[in-house]
């Protein structure tokens, strides 16, 4: 089984920045791509940012290129996700997710039924 934990939310200010990351365990661990998703309320969940668990290319929604930056180190199975610049907009509850298998591409990473694993969630909150 894999557990996967995210921390680093919190309440910030617009224009604020803020770290999240997510800790991977479990004997079986083992993913070829890590994604950030994010459900705002009343609003249906949304891809946010991916990493290639082995090659560390990245991929972005429109709506945070440039603002957010997705990282992992694999060493400590663990995920990281750097957002600047935060707006209102952002303010969600953001998961992140593990992908064990199968095609790897910017179209199959934006979509949340090719995850395997989810965290719980960390709440972000985002004041004008």
């Known amino acids: 089984q894999v557990q996967l934990v995210e921390s680093g939310g919190g309440l910030v200010q617009s224009g604020d920045s803020l770290r999240l990351s997510c800790a991977a365990s479990g004997r079986t661990f083992s993913s070829v791509a890590m994604g950030w998703f994010r459900q705002a309320p009343g609003k249906e969940r949304e891809f946010v940012a991916a990493?290639?668990?082995?090659?560390?290319?990245?991929y972005y929604s429109e709506s945070v290129k440039g603002r957010f930056t997705i990282s992992r180190d694999s060493a400590q199975k663990t995920v990281y996700l750097q957002m600047n610049s935060l707006k209102p907009e952002d303010t969600a509850v953001y998961y992140c997710a593990s992908k064990t298998r199968g095609v790897i591409s910017s179209n199959i990473l934006a979509v949340g039924a090719q995850y395997d694993y989810w965290g719980q969630g960390t709440q972000v909150t985002v004041s004008s």
């Open positions: 990493v290639h668990w082995s090659l560390g290319f990245t």
